[in-house]
Each structure stands twice: as structure tokens, then as C-alpha cells.
């Protein structure tokens, strides 16, 4: 085999071996770059590596050109294909890019309908052409010259190239400025080749126009989406900071210093809340309405995150006041429902367990709006579920009304209040804790202190669940009543 390199035939080697280099890094740089989104990660993938066979298979043509034999020539029709398929195919991918970059994939479908049929026209006239030479063809010494119908390999990139001018018209607003700028250089640079082509007959300028404007344009795009990257982690950092700053407010907002009244020997009460994301939608309240009353309140907010966590707040604060007001359960249910439910665009509940404790005699009067049931112990005796009367969620509806009932604690009983993250725990397995694991972890041990019962079934809870994820707070209340002396 003999190759004959004409001045011309080195100046298109270096132009495409330029090419190749400069495909191959950029390809390297997709794949190590993070701060690309995955389709448009993809894309340029695919754009580059044919790019890479387009330009691969010219530079084979090249220096097989005029090289004699039938294995030659055949090996020149099957690269000679590849390469103007390649060509076609790249293309095509101009539209999904523009759609991506713009995001609008919802007009994907449509374009990738006509695009496979403008390919499948494409595939269709170079098989077509290939055994009667109407593209291109090798003469007996296996040059390559152009067919009398080689425009019509043209015809399908210049379709494709008007509807991705259509693209950039219509998504222009959609696209920032050097973007914009990088996508019509694209589509312009292999235009003004082919003209300086037209000119210079033999040199490739179509390669060294495609391969240059291609890398400016990922260019742009890979700043555009890095500039996109650091601002979407500003953006993170600003909003953990924010839901650490509001976690600390709703930690703040809840009783956590214990022993919470030390000067009161009449109970002893500890809480504790650990909420599945940053902020949660639980709560728990105790104070003293006066001298002789303790109102104790456990809550949950339906949602989880900042929604639940504000509704939480603004919870709080309607049953605290209205429990100073009424000192009656049902009535702080029922003015607290009417509150929330007047201003509730969002139609957001909670639901609520809301008891009042007269410490000189141990009478617990509550009222229960959707809530889980009570758990209380006798002296020295047995957690038991207490099924109390569920009321309506308080925000559910306006116009309800609660109903309250009364417990005699005597002093040495237990009270021990919670939320459904407790309940609803659950593991890998998909089996969730239940209300009878709780009974049982609070009857281990039932005469330790409230601070001891809470730890052991929130110790518990954990053994149980393991390395699941925490789904739902868990929120939970213990009180001893121990009466005056």
C-alpha cells in the first residue's frame, strides 16, 4: 500500500488530529466534572464521542485516500459512510441540547419524533446513494469524489439546522447571553467553513470550524452550570443555616430545662422531643395556670419541616393563651380550633392532648382532639392504655366542639403522654414498634422516675428501629404526680 500525502492532505491530518486530542480532553473534563446536571452530562458524552467518530473517520479517508486495492476501497465506502452518518447524527443532537439547556423537555417528545425521522431520511439516502455513487464515490484509483447528488446528504443537517434556529428564537429569554452567543457560533462557525472551504478546495475547515465551535459551546454551557453549582450551594448553606437558626427558636420555645419546678414537690415531669428533620412538627407545653393547676399539652402537627414547624409555633402559643383564659380542656380546644381554622389557607391540623392537673387533690381533667391515647400507671402498679374519646382534629373544621373527662391520679401514679413517631416507628423490615412494645418498655420498669421511663423507651425505640431511617418525631412526656404532703 502506497499513501500519497499532498500539502493539502498534512494540513487536513493536523487539523483533525487537533480535533481528536481536543475531543478526547473534553471528554475527560465531562466525566470528572461535578457541577454539570446529569442530562446535560450525558449529552455532551454522546455529542463529543461522535464528534470523535465524525472527525476519526475523515482522518482515516484521508490518508487512505488513493491508496489502491479492493480491501482499501472497500474499507473507504464503510468509513466514508460512518462519517457522513456521524455528521448527521451530531446534528440532531443541537435541538435536545438547546431543550435541555432551556428546560423545556416537555416539547422533547415532539422533536424527537421528527429528529428520528429526519435521521431515518438521512440513513436511507446514504445507503440508497452508496451502490450507485450518487453521494460520493472512488475512482479506479480510489479517490474520493463527490456524487452528482451529494447535496442531498446536506439536506437533513440543513432542516435540523433551521429548527434549531427556530429553538434558539423561540427559548431565547429561557437562555442566558453567552450561552446564547456559544449556540449561534455553533450553528454559524460550520457555515463560514464551508464558504472558506468553497474557496480553498481540499482544505477541511469544516472539521477545525465543528471541533472549535463545539468546545466553546461546552464551554459556556460547563461555566454556566458551574456558576449555577456555587450558587445553588450558597443557596444550601444559607437555608442550613436558617433551619439551624430555627431549630434553636423551636428548641427554645419548648420546656427543656428539668427538673422544670423544682420548688413544686407535689410532681415530677421531663419531655423530650427529637424531631426527624431539622424542625419538627411536635410539641409538647407545661406550665402553671395558677398555684394549684398544671396544664400539660403534647401535639402533632400534620407535615413534617419548616411548614409543620411554623404551624407548630403558632399552635403553641393559641392553646397556651386560651388554656390561661378558659382552664378548661374542651373550652381551649374548641377556641383554639376556631383560632387556627379562620386563618388556615394551608388546611393544616393538629392534633392535641390537652390535660389539666389540680395538684391539691391529683384530679386530671383532659380532652383529646384526634390524638394518641394516655398511658397511666397506678401506685406501684402497671402501665395501662387509657382509650379516651377522640375529638376532631383541632384546624380540621370550624364549629367543633370537645368533650372532656377526668382521671383521679393518687400520688405515686404515672402519666405518660406521646406522639405517633413513638408507635410508628419502624425498621428495615418494615414492622413498626406498636403500642404494645411501648406498654411493655414502660412496665420494665415502671417505678423509676419520668426522666428514667423516657430514656428507656426512647432506648428502646432505638433498638428496635436500629439503622432505619427516622421517618416521624419522637416526641414523648412523662409525669409523676406525687401530691402534697
Known amino acids: 500500500m502506497i499513501y500519497n500525502f499532498s500539502s493539502v492532505n498534512l494540513i487536513n491530518i493536523i487539523f483533525i488530529a487537533i480535533g481528536i486530542g481536543i475531543c478526547g480532553?473534553?471528554?475527560l473534563q465531562i466525566i470528572s466534572s461535578v457541577h454539570i446536571r446529569k442530562e446535560v452530562r450525558r449529552y455532551f458524552i454522546v455529542f463529543f464521542s461522535l464528534i470523535l467518530l465524525y472527525i476519526t473517520s475523515h482522518l482515516v479517508r484521508e490518508i487512505m485516500n488513493g491508496v489502491e486495492g479492493n480491501a482499501a476501497r472497500v474499507a473507504l465506502y464503510i468509513v466514508t459512510f460512518v462519517e457522513v452518518l456521524a455528521a448527521g447524527i451530531t446534528s440532531c443532537l443541537m435541538s435536545l441540547l438547546i431543550l435541555s439547556v432551556t428546560k423545556h423537555q416537555s416539547s422533547a417528545l415532539p422533536l424527537l419524533i421528527t429528529i428520528t425521522i429526519l435521521l431515518s431520511v438521512h440513513t436511507v439516502?446514504?445507503?440508497v446513494g452508496w451502490p450507485f455513487n450518487l453521494i460520493y464515490y472512488f475512482d479506479e484509483q480510489n479517490v474520493y469524489h463527490r456524487g452528482d447528488f451529494y447535496l442531498l446528504s446536506n439536506v437533513v443537517?440543513?432542516?435540523?439546522?433551521?429548527?434549531?434556529m427556530v429553538l434558539l428564537i423561540k427559548y431565547r429569554k429561557n437562555i442566558d447571553l453567552y450561552v446564547k452567543i456559544a449556540f449561534w457560533i455553533y450553528i454559524i462557525a460550520p457555515i463560514a467553513a464551508i464558504i472558506i472551504q468553497g474557496l480553498l478546495y481540499g482544505v477541511q475547515f469544516i472539521i477545525f470550524a465543528t471541533v472549535g465551535a463545539a468546545v466553546y459551546m461546552f464551554s459556556a454551557i460547563l461555566y454556566d452550570q458551574s456558576r449555577r453549582y456555587i450558587k445553588q450551594q450558597k443557596d444550601k448553606s444559607r437555608i442550613e443555616t436558617e433551619l439551624s437558626m430555627a431549630s434553636s427558636i423551636q428548641a427554645d420555645m419548648i420546656p427543656s430545662v428539668f427538673p422544670a419546678f423544682p420548688e413544686r414537690p407535689e410532681f415530677d415531669i421531663f419531655a423530650s422531643m427529637n424531631p426527624a428533620k431539622e424542625v419538627g412538627g411536635d410539641?409538647?407545653?407545661f406550665f402553671l395556670i395558677d398555684e394549684d393547676h398544671l396544664c400539660l399539652v403534647i401535639a402533632d402537627v400534620s407535615g413534617k419541616g419548616v411548614p409543620a414547624a411554623l404551624f407548630m409555633m403558632a399552635s403553641k402559643i393559641i392553646l397556651a393563651n386560651n388554656a390561661m383564659i378558659t382552664k378548661s380542656p374542651a373550652a381551649t380546644l374548641t377556641n383554639?380550633?376556631?383560632a387556627i381554622c379562620a386563618n388556615n389557607r394551608e388546611e393544616m391540623f393538629v392534633t392535641v392532648w390537652l390535660g389539666i392537673l389540680e395538684l391539691?387533690?391529683?384530679k386530671l381533667t383532659a380532652a383529646n382532639a384526634g390524638h394518641e391515647y394516655p398511658i397511666i400507671s397506678k401506685p406501684n402498679g402497671q402501665f395501662e392504655v387509657i382509650k379516651d374519646k377522640h375529638g376532631f382534629v383541632v384546624?380540621?373544621?370550624s364549629g367543633m366542639k370537645y368533650q372532656e373527662y377526668e382521671i383521679q391520679l393518687e400520688p405515686g401514679s404515672k402519666l405518660f403522654i406521646y406522639t405517633d413517631g413513638i408507635p410508628e416507628a419502624n425498621n428495615k423490615k418494615k414492622e413498626l414498634f406498636g403500642l404494645d412494645r411501648l406498654v411493655n418498655a414502660l412496665n420494665k420498669d415502671a417505678s423509676?422516675?419520668?426522666k428514667d421511663i423516657t430514656e428507656q423507651v426512647k432506648n428502646d425505640v432505638d433498638s428496635f428501629v436500629q439503622s432505619a431511617e427516622q421517618f416521624d418525631d419522637l416526641t414523648m412526656l412523662c409525669l409523676e404526680y406525687i401530691g402534697r404532703k
Open 283 to 285: 410539641f409538647y407545653d
Open 360 to 362: 391539691s387533690t391529683g
Open 25 to 27: 480532553l473534553c471528554i
Open 157 to 164: 443537517p440543513v432542516v435540523l439546522l433551521v429548527i434549531d
Open 336 to 338: 383554639a380550633n376556631n
Open 395 to 397: 384546624g380540621g373544621a
Open 125 to 127: 439516502i446514504l445507503a
Open 448 to 450: 423509676k422516675s419520668p
